[in-house]
T-cell receptor, first 115, second 112 residues
Framework: GAGVSQSPSNKVTEKGKDVELRCDPI?????LYWYRQSLGQGLEFLIY????????KSGLPSDRFSAERTGGSVSTLTIQRTQQEDSAVYLC?????????????FGPGTRLTVL | AQSVTQPDIHITVSEGASLELRCNYS??????LFWYVQSPGQGLQLLLK??????LVQGIKGFEAEFKRSQSSFNLRKPSVHWSDAAEYFC??????????FGSGTRLLVRP
């Protein structure tokens, strides 16, 4: 079946602009995750959605970052007033149930460049 | 707090040679351990995972990893590397919730 898809694959924006990144999880997966991968770094957890529960936003680096998940499926990560340090690859993952032993399935990522 | 260390930023091996990628973790309880591979322009793909039981775990693409509690390690191995294995490899540890803590990755280069 189809895997996790993300759009756009690449986004170049100017400092101060807002951007929206989209994630389509695997159908039927109740858990959805966003990670950030900066150059030469591992993946940094940003936010977690599980069903209708309140999301875990503990990894969001500032209040310029927000995310929502509509209808328990598609998710959008929004970065307001982008800064150069926001340049990174943003990865989305989904998993069937969201438990500690769940396998997370990753999308190809969105490469964000802030000029 | 949990952490994962991958001490090798880059490793170069010849095609057909054996491979070992190191991973050390810090976690108070029994960890859930994962190895992922990321090819250029691709998302991360799970190679293998360890939760409990047999400490030698077999994964896809001929990879295996051994959990050694005494050394807090979960090293990834492959007996004979293929050119298509060139990629970046990430070790991760999961806690009792859903969060994964990733290492900074090891980039594998394969010499023909």
């Amino acid at each position: 079946g189809a895997g996790v898809s993300q759009s756009p694959s690449n986004k170049v924006t100017e400092k101060g602009k807002d951007v929206e990144l989209r994630c389509d999880p695997i159908s039927g997966h109740t858990a959805l995750y966003w990670y950030r991968q900066s150059l030469g770094q591992g993946l940094e957890f940003l936010i977690y959605f599980q069903g209708n529960s309140a999301p875990d936003k503990s990894g969001l680096p500032s209040d310029r970052f927000s995310a929502e998940r509509t209808g328990g499926s598609v998710s959008t990560l929004t970065i307001q007033r982008t800064q150069q340090e926001d340049s990174a690859v943003y990865l989305c993952a989904s998993s069937p149930r969201g438990g500690s032993t769940d396998t997370q399935y990753f999308g190809p990522g969105t490469r964000l460049t802030v000029l | 707090a949990q952490s994962v260390t991958q001490p090798d930023i880059h490793i170069t091996v010849s095609e057909g040679a054996s491979l070992e990628l190191r991973c050390n973790y810090s976690y108070g309880a029994t960890p859930y351990l994962f190895w992922y591979v990321q090819s250029p322009g691709q998302g991360l793909q799970l190679l293998l995972k360890y939760f409990s039981g047999d400490t030698l775990v077999q994964g896809i693409k001929g990879f295996e990893a051994e959990f050694k509690r005494s050394q807090s390690s979960f090293n990834l191995r492959k007996p004979s590397v293929h050119w298509s294995d060139a990629a970046e490899y990430f070790c991760a540890v999961g806690d009792s919730s859903y969060k994964l803590i990733f290492g900074s990755g090891t980039r594998l280069l394969v010499r023909p």
